[in-house]
């Protein structure tokens, strides 16, 4: 099966700076990839697809990279709010679908 | 607009069996597949398995393979999502989830 490293697997940051986040899959996965926002408490949200597209109404500060096996995902100017964890997820048509180990982000 | 609406929460006991309903509305049932997620607390997510609707045919993670059985019901657009020999470790909230569409998940508690 295809495995998907997420680091760090925590982060620490401060309001503006800008935070990046990397997911490294064991196997080319092409773009199949998306980026979640988990917040306690909430339903995980879906914040990137097909590794940079963002879905309709999520902040254009959030912003997504790579294809293949490396890619990436960046929130240009943290704000407060953005205090979540954030998970990549790899999504073609070959099950299964692991998500990283997950990233907490706090400020 | 697209409602995933689970069923409530559940206390279980030990070796005992849950099974959690998944309400789709919004969308037309059969042309989305749907995935099942968990998160015990303090862990991450964890990708269970996808039933698609149309055909039922289901797929699941390794670790769930023999306790885990995905159902469907097309003429009420609810997906099922059953997990046998519960164990202390399976207490956590689960989540169906299409994509950008999430159900606001179903905590369930294993306990003696």
């Known amino acids: 099966d295809i495995r998907m490293t997420q680091s760090p697997s925590s982060l620490s940051a401060s309001v503006g700076d800008r935070v990046t986040i990397t997911c490294q899959a064991s196997?080319?996965?092409?773009?199949?990839l998306n980026w979640y926002q988990h917040k306690p408490g909430e339903a995980p949200k879906l914040l990137i697809y097909?590794?940079?597209t963002l879905v309709t109404g999520v902040s254009s500060r959030f912003s997504g990279s790579g294809s293949g096996t490396d890619f990436t995902f960046t929130i240009s100017s943290l704000q407060p709010e953005d205090i979540a964890t954030y998970y990549c997820q790899r999504y073609d048509n070959v099950p299964p679908y692991p998500f990283g180990q997950g990233t907490k982000l706090d400020i | 607009q697209v409602q995933l609406v689970q069923s409530g929460a559940e206390v279980k006991k030990p070796g005992a069996s849950v099974k959690i309903s998944c309400k789709a509305s919004?969308?037309?049932?059969?042309?989305?597949?749907m995935h099942w997620v968990r998160q015990a607390p303090g862990q991450g997510l964890e990708w269970m398995g996808i039933?698609?609707?149309?055909?039922?045919?289901?797929d699941y993670a390794q670790q769930f393979q023999g306790r885990v059985t995905m159902t469907r019901d097309t003429a009420t657009s609810t997906v099922y999502m059953e997990l046998s020999s519960l164990r202390s470790d399976d207490t956590a909230i689960f989540y169906c989830?299409?994509?950008?569409?999430w159900g606001q998940g179903t905590l369930v508690i294993v306990s003696s």
């Open positions: 196997q080319d996965i092409g773009n199949y």
């Open positions: 919004g969308y037309t049932f059969t042309n989305y597949f």
């Open positions: 989830a299409r994509g950008r569409f």
């Open positions: 039933i698609n609707p149309r055909g039922g045919s289901t």
């Open positions: 097909d590794a940079s």
